[in-house]
């Protein structure tokens, strides 16, 4: 696959050019300061869905919705004591969760996958795990697996599964046994995390990797996930870890299964979180953020983003070619917030009419070209412009040396006026490409043209 990477621009050989000059030989010694499209680094075939997905809906669900505390970290920070945060479970009911409304919802939001959280930090499984009886299925009225329904009826949507799991488990007798090195002589080092001075027992964190292994290989053979969303590999070391050893056991007989990339660096794609990234990572990535400010379900948290921001978000994620995992946190009871919900819809509304801007498309042009996000369809021969503001009048573009055979609204494609002014054509730099944007074309949140080009993308920087 070719993208457009980051600004490959060759030395520019020392020359003197006379005004005007036209000359065929000097058009091709300032042609090498054009921006050089470079093979990317080798990406399996395995990440082709996902790189065309660029939607995924993000679901923290857990005991912790009970009283809206914060998902493990609550008892982790002594927010809460660790008793007093597990009695949530008592109140977890799962009444009325209907995973085939969960499906229905995300594929009308556009997303392509979603994630839901199998086990997090507090060590609570949503499965009928068979090694141990922290679960949903012996410790909460919820008395059922809440994984399998989820991954059939986002099947039936025909959306791919993602299951996150928490590698460390702060409620294991097992798993606070090893320090990791460099916390020897912290005295105050969490003792959910790590044992006390003097405690260590390396046969119980042997224990442990043989629990850790087993619960990731019932999620394999129970639900077949396509994507593993791993979090909490912070607390050990990749030797303590072995985390290769994980790699292997799944992808030896789930070969085309994705890893993220919180597996100390032996996972297909990085995952920052929160903020869209000023310098995206280099290959596959994917930005995961919650609609409020937290990932589970908090009574007290209603700050919630608008729609218009989320598509913000949205388009500059896949305009620097990462995707998005956006977050909700269903009530106990399986229910979505009407906030979230309202975020989705209006998010699908918006992609829906402005599809072909999205899927399938490639990351855009580089920063300074144009004043917001961009897409490239996959033949490069149509820009997408997404206009975050209200323009005064006219968008620019700059840096395309094709010619321009249309203009055009998306979703509407009602025909702007454009026209070019300035460049030098004597070596061979475009001029600005001003485009009439009038009041009544401007969709309610964002808008998006396609700049359609007389072949594919020709495109200078300097």
Same mark, same amino acid.
């Given at each position: 696959m070719i993208k457009i990477q980051r600004l490959t621009v060759l030395a520019i050989i020392p020359f003197v050019l006379s005004w005007g000059c036209d000359s065929q030989a000097k058009k091709e010694k300032l042609a090498s300061t054009d921006v050089v499209v470079n093979e990317v680094k080798k990406i399996p075939p395995k990440m082709d869905w996902f790189r065309e997905a660029k939607l995924g809906i993000f679901i923290h669900w857990g005991i912790y919705a009970v009283d809206g505390t914060a998902e493990s970290w609550a008892f982790f920070n002594n927010e809460v004591p660790y008793d007093e945060y597990m009695s949530q479970a008592k109140g977890f009911t799962a009444s009325k969760y209907d995973a085939e409304a969960w499906a229905e919802l995300f594929k009308k939001a556009g997303a392509k996958y979603a994630v839901l959280t199998s086990k997090h930090h507090d060590g609570v499984a949503l499965w009928d795990t068979k090694l141990s009886d922290l679960n949903v299925v012996d410790k909460t009225p919820a008395g059922r697996d809440l994984l399998t329904p989820y991954a059939e009826a986002l099947r039936e949507e025909g959306l791919k599964v993602g299951l996150y799991f928490s590698h460390l488990d702060w409620s294991h007798p097992d798993y606070a046994s090893v320090i990791q090195p460099g916390m020897e002589d912290n005295e105050n080092r969490n003792l959910f995390a790590y044992p006390a001075k003097g405690k260590e027992d390396p046969e119980a964190w042997e224990r442990f990797l043989e629990f850790h292994r087993g619960q990731i290989r019932e999620i394999m053979d129970l639900f077949h996930p396509d994507l593993y969303w791993f979090d909490g590999d912070w607390e050990r070391t990749d030797e303590q870890w072995r985390m290769k050893e994980v790699r292997e056991m799944i992808l030896s007989e789930y070969?085309?299964?994705?890893?993220?990339?919180?597996?100390?660096?032996?996972?297909? #794609?990085?995952?920052?979180?929160?903020?869209?990234?000023?310098?995206?990572?280099?290959?596959?990535?994917?930005?995961?953020?919650?609609?409020?400010?937290?990932?589970?379900?908090?009574?007290?948290?209603?700050?919630?983003?608008?729609? *218009?921001?989320?598509?913000?978000?949205?388009?500059?994620?896949?305009?620097?070619?990462?995707?998005?995992?956006?977050?909700?946190?269903? *009530?106990?009871?399986?229910?979505?917030?009407?906030?979230?919900?309202?975020?989705?819809?209006?998010?699908?509304?918006?992609?829906?009419?402005?599809?072909?801007?999205? #899927?399938?498309?490639?990351?855009?042009?580089? %920063?300074?070209?144009? %004043?917001?996000?961009?897409?490239?369809?996959?033949?490069?021969?149509?820009? #997408?412009? #997404?206009?975050?503001?209200?323009?005064?009048? %006219?968008?620019?573009?700059?840096?395309? *040396?094709?010619?321009?055979?249309?203009?055009?609204?998306?979703?509407?494609? *009602?025909e702007l006026d454009f026209k070019r002014f300035g460049g030098a054509e004597w070596q061979n730099i475009p001029g600005i490409l001003y485009i009439n944007v009038p009041e009544n074309v401007i969709d309610k949140y964002i808008t998006v043209l396609a700049v359609e080009l007389d072949g594919k993308l020709d495109l200078y920087h300097n």
């Open positions: 070969p085309d299964a994705i890893l993220n990339a919180r597996m100390k660096g032996h996972g297909d #794609y990085e995952t920052p979180e929160q903020g869209v990234p000023i310098n995206p990572p280099d290959g596959v990535w994917e930005l995961c953020m919650t609609i409020n400010d937290s990932w589970g379900f908090r009574y007290s948290d209603t700050n919630f983003k608008s729609p *218009r921001q989320v598509m913000q978000t949205f388009a500059e994620c896949i305009g620097t070619g990462g995707n998005l995992l956006l977050d909700i946190g269903p *009530r106990e009871d399986g229910t979505i917030p009407l906030e979230q919900v309202e975020v989705l819809t209006e998010l699908g509304k918006w992609i829906d009419k402005h599809e072909e801007a999205v #899927y399938p498309t490639e990351k855009g042009l580089p %920063y300074g070209h144009f %004043y917001g996000p961009t897409t490239l369809n996959k033949t490069k021969d149509v820009i #997408y412009l #997404y206009i975050l503001g209200q323009p005064k009048a %006219y968008v620019t573009l700059k840096g395309v *040396r094709n010619n321009i055979n249309n203009i055009r609204v998306v979703g509407s494609n *009602r």
